[in-house]
């Protein structure tokens, strides 16, 4: 697919991946709604891609509520009376161990964000993007879509909700001309996950991908119509030993959740008041 002229719309465009995916389509000329709750970072984004003369717009939204996501299709169509090209992007984390029914409504605001967002706009923009088709549609897993991570169980599920959907909806349109992509980053430091850890680690920061990584995948699966990327594209051979070996896989597992923990506990305590 030539990006030029074509009508993109990228979720969670305010900062991290989705900033930098909607920078890119617009830098091969394409005509950008970028959507995001935070309405100053889409300004500031409108202006750096040129604004309305560029043929960009932003809409303010929270994916979650499917009323706004209905006014964001009426928007898209009202202003482009098209959508070639939707980038599912908005998501975010929230960390933390599993402990009872505290714990269910952060659940809930989760997977309302990363999973039933995906399923809004998918859902609400399709007939735009049937009516234009050849048309695509990118979902921004994870990595921890796959298998499980201690400590963020929430961001798990929703992800793998994600991929789940990802491939039943590639099934369900291939053949009515709307390709259903999976992008699945790996650890990616950005604001909303600063990786702090791996960003300090002597060997882990070279495991690191970076927001270009995940936009050029993007841009990849767009252009020529893939189904899945993984990024770094290394990162599938971490799926072999949970596939292959579970026992090894379930002790590794254990070994990483367990020292996520006591660095929770050593942060809580130095954190406290004396």
Not at 193 to 207: E, G, L, R, S
Request: charge should be positive; proline fraction near 5%; aromatic fraction near 6%.
């Amino acid at each position: 697919m030539n990006l030029s002229d074509k009508v993109c719309v990228v979720t969670g465009a305010s900062s991290g991946i989705g900033r930098r995916t909607a920078l890119d389509l617009a830098g091969r000329g394409a005509r950008l709604c970028v959507v995001a709750r935070r309405r100053e970072r889409l300004e500031q984004l409108l202006a750096e891609m040129g604004g309305p003369d560029g043929g960009h717009s932003l809409f303010v939204c929270d994916v979650s509520d499917r009323d706004q996501v209905r006014s964001l299709a009426a928007r898209v169509d009202a202003t482009y009376k098209r959508c070639d090209v939707l980038v599912n992007n908005a998501g975010f984390s929230a960390d933390g161990t599993f402990e009872g029914p505290d714990d269910v409504a952060r659940f809930q605001e989760v997977v309302a964000v990363n999973f039933y967002g995906t399923v809004y706009c998918s859902a609400e923009l399709l007939p735009l993007l049937l009516r234009s088709r050849p048309a695509g549609i990118v979902n921004v897993g994870s990595v921890a879509g796959r298998f499980g991570l201690g400590g963020n169980s929430s961001y798990c599920a929703s992800k793998s909700a994600v991929a789940g959907f990802s491939e039943s909806l590639h099934l369900d349109l291939a053949g009515r001309g709307v390709c259903v992509s999976l992008i699945e980053p790996g650890f990616i430091p950005t604001e909303g996950w600063p990786q702090t850890d791996f960003v300090a680690h002597p060997i882990m920061k070279h495991a690191l991908g970076t927001v270009e990584d995940v936009s050029a995948a993007i841009i990849d699966a767009i252009t020529k119509r893939k189904m899945q990327r993984v990024v770094p594209r290394w990162y599938h051979l971490l799926q072999l030993p949970r596939v292959m070996t579970p026992p090894l896989y379930r002790w590794a597992a254990g070994k990483m959740a367990g020292a996520r923990s006591s660095r929770r506990v050593a942060t809580a305590r130095e954190e406290s008041p004396r």
